[in-house]
């Protein structure tokens, strides 16, 4: 790599994410990576083990997020459906943790992961009715917006209570390790989240407890309005870990292959008994924290440009085309392909209907106790004198 090409990879990711300007050492204040600013193999790098066919698929994944993120832009901005985050800038920390899962694993994402779901199977069509809120939904309309589950891909839906889903996965990891049930679960947060005291409570009960849990930061730079750099004093978030008794480890969040490496390693060292990991992915959130937000309130255009040199699907385009697995044709083959699957899904879940008013008396109980069964009679009957 040239010396231009290493200022221009170091300085961007750095950019927001050392606080303090100390010198960087240890595992959780380094950055590993594997690909350059370019997209180039790094000397030395170390390769995830991986099949050039699963590359490919977690490839696709990113580039049908990033074109799911555009369609539900547009669908906002047309009144289609209220509310929608954005994850744009933030697909190889999304798709590699979720690439360093087994099946069986458990999922308990914040705001941006849930593409997740998609790599693991999920139906697209349900995926966007989620944010229709009707009963194609798996949710039946009642969560809002972005706060995807789904039972058959083992993900469970956020609360929009900041940082509250990483105790959520711990316990669910110690319920794991006391059913001898050989799974992981993995938890994540924003760089914000870090300053809830569900943060530090997980990552305690985690170590203590030597629950297979994988939790990690998206440090995308911003919370909200409120960068990194007024987040927090230490060197890094990664660092917290060592007061909690578990490794912290700092990731290049838009190198796909440094993502996947690293997580999985941590996954692997969970599943084997070893413990938690607390990994800090350094990415870029380039739109703004929700469709209601105004970035450029608060942050400069120059920051942005600054990161889109390091937009994480140009990187690992050039990686799998000098790897000789991917060209210009298959590109523009695979953007036909997703847009005509998104057009299909969008259409599918759109002629839904809306769910019932009585619906929301249901799979509140296994068995109904007879005070819920003298409400849903009263909305009934009230229903049927409108």
Not at 2 to 18: L, R
């Amino acid at each position: 790599m040239s010396p231009e090409a290493d200022a221009v990879q170091t300085d961007a990711i750095q950019t927001g994410a050392a606080q303090t300007g100390a010198v960087q050492t240890g595992a959780d204040t380094g950055l590993a990576q594997v690909l350059d600013a370019n997209g180039k193999l790094l000397p030395d790098a170390v390769l995830p083990d991986a099949t050039p066919e699963r590359l490919l698929e977690l490839y696709r994944t990113m580039v049908l997020m990033r074109a799911i993120d555009k369609r539900l832009e547009g669908l906002q901005r047309m009144g289609r459906i209220g509310f929608f985050g954005s994850a744009r800038g933030q697909e190889a920390a999304v798709v590699g943790s979720g690439g360093a899962l087994a099946p069986d694993d458990w999922v308990f994402p914040a705001l941006r992961e849930n593409a997740i779901m998609l790599l693991r199977g999920f139906p697209l069509s349900r995926y966007f009715a989620h944010m229709f809120g009707n009963t194609h939904d798996v949710l039946k309309g009642r969560m809002q917006p972005m706060h995807f589950a789904g039972r058959q891909v083992n993900q469970v839906s956020w609360s929009s209570t900041i940082a509250t889903q990483l105790p959520h996965a711990v316990g669910a990891a110690y319920a794991m390790k006391l059913k001898g049930d050989p799974h992981v679960a993995m938890g994540f947060i924003g760089d914000g989240g870090t300053s809830e005291p569900d943060f530090h409570a997980a990552l305690n009960f985690a170590a203590v407890w030597h629950a297979p849990a994988v939790l990690i930061c998206q440090n995308n730079q911003w919370a909200i309005s409120v960068p990194s750099s007024k987040q927090t004093a230490s060197e890094t978030f990664a660092i917290k870990a060592r007061a909690y008794g578990m490794p912290g480890i700092r990731v290049d969040g838009n190198d796909l292959l440094a993502v996947l490496r690293e997580v999985t390693a941590a996954v692997e060292r969970a599943r084997r008994g070893e413990g938690p990991s607390f990994l800090e992915l350094v990415t870029f959130r380039l739109g703004g924290h929700s469709s209601a937000d105004d970035p450029t309130r608060y942050r400069s255009d120059s920051e942005v440009e600054h990161w889109l040199k390091l937009c994480p699907l140009n990187r690992f385009r050039t990686y799998l085309e000098d790897a000789g697995h991917w060209d210009e044709a298959r590109q523009t083959a695979l953007e036909a392909e997703l847009r005509e699957e998104i057009n299909a899904a969008v259409k599918e879940a759109e002629q839904a209907t809306l769910p019932p008013p009585v619906s929301m008396t249901e799979d509140v109980y296994s068995v109904d106790p007879p005070a819920l069964c003298e409400q849903r009679e009263n909305l009934l009957r009230e229903l049927a004198e409108k």
